[in-house]
């Protein structure tokens, strides 16, 4: 039975009822739309609106069937109700009769899914922090490994200074942090309670909803209750966090997929998480990393859907918030099941050292310590930027890295220049010297990695 059919003489149309029903998605709220029944129950008994028995058939019933969802969470798709409070509310009156048509009194669904909503999005929150901190911690694990690691730097894609392997996973880690803490701020504003908002005017039922929110875990109750029908900002807000933490695991994704290509080769994968292809026998190929990077697109998608949906909607619910859910459902569980990829993949990459530290001596991307060279002679760093590119350009006619080319041909870009400049033009002088705080060199990245460890203990 619907729980709207006084006023109509005639049924949904099954066309119209398939296109407006949601329990088909909805039925994963079960645990927390039973959360709330239970807490709104206690709260009609307090103010006077049920009996001591009353109650207490209801708290019994309703955890019956938090057991039957545990044991069974697809069980409500088994039934044709409309959503999952119609569901919850059949069966109720299905176990204890009349006393089971009581519990609505006071509230509505539109508080009631709200609230639900509410409660889902904290618990995801809750494992999406975990998982965001079981990545930092690979990433972690990975910059110890190699903090002292060549790698050859870019930017735009060009070569252009050498790195740390540690460095550069530290850098995501900065990210990932950020992500925590934004997370953090999010789940702070979920945790604020809209049950005893009613439809959309508040609730007639006499009740603490202060203590209703605490009962139900939230810091506080609502102010508005028009407000606490329509907001979904909650909602946007974890997407948001959502789509910028899979911009981050793109990124890192990208990086992963070039080092670890033909072309760079300073990564390899294991094959434990590596995939084939079933015409070219010799491909090795980072499927698992193309799927993070695939996946933002999905996420930032439903992000951008709950945004496009809210935009324009009047005062106070309209059934168009129904649309939240699937989208909602799908970012979040992505989002979490990525980060949990990247945990396991993580330590499954390995750096190629060796080739790692040749790749990186490349491209002449010692070129700045020429130019940090001329400028300890006492030469303008404008001047000595201008001789070196002239220097640059003299070794790649002669095909010779800079710290091949003999003295004299040195000598005639400046004069300055004496034997000290190769110590200067090793790869590791120019690394060890980037040392200042954030820096890559190995002593820098050992106090990132600390900062790191330390923050992650206090997580
Ligand atoms: N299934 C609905 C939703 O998800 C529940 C609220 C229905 N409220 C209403 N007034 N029709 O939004």
Known sequence: MSLWGGRFSEPSAAEF?????????????????????????NALHQAELLSQDENAALQRALAELQQAVQANPELPLSTDAEDIHSWVEAQLIEKIGDTAKKLHTGRSRNDLVATDLRLYCK???????AANLAAIEALVGFAEQYYDAMLPGYTHLQRAQP???????????????????????????????????????????????????????????NDNSLDGVSDRDFALDLLNV??????????????????????????????????????MPQKKNPDLFELLRGKAGRVIGHQHALQMTLKGLPLAY???????????????????????????????????????????ALGYSNATE???????????????????????VKAQQQQLPLEQMPLTELQHISAVISDDVYAWLDLSYGLNQRCAQGGTAPAAVKVTLKHAKDWLHAA
């Open 123 to 129: 618990k995801q929150a809750e494992q999406i922090l």
């Open 318 to 360: 309209n059934k168009d918030m129904q649309e939240d859910k699937e989208g909602l459902f799908d970012a979040l569980q992505t989002y979490l099941q990525c980060l949990s990829m990247l945990a396991f993949a993580i330590p499954e990459v390995t750096v190629q050292r060796e080739h790692a530290a040749k790749q990186a």
């Open 370 to 392: 020429l130019a940090d060279y001329l400028v300890s002679k006492g030469i303008p760093f404008r001047d000595a930027h201008h001789l070196t590119g002239v220097a640059v």
């Open 242 to 279: 959502a789509a910028t933490g899979m911009v981050h695991l793109s990124r890192i994704a990208e990086d992963l997929i070039f080092y670890c290509s033909g072309e760079s080769g300073c990564f390899s994968m294991s094959d434990r998480i590596s995939s084939g292809s079933s015409l």
């Open 163 to 221: 790195i740390t392997a540690g460095h550069w996973a530290l850098a995501y880690v900065q990210m990932l942090q950020r992500d925590v803490i934004r997370l953090r701020e999010a789940i702070r504003r979920i945790d604020i309670c809209p049950l005893g908002s009613g439809a959309l005017a508040g609730t007639t039922a006499a009740l603490n909803r202060e203590a209703l929110a605490h009962e139900l875990g939230f810091r506080h109750a």
């Open 17 to 41: 009822k398939h296109f407006n029903d949601s329990l088909r998605f909805d039925y994963v709220l079960a645990p927390y739309d039973l959360q709330a029944s239970r807490a709104w129950a």
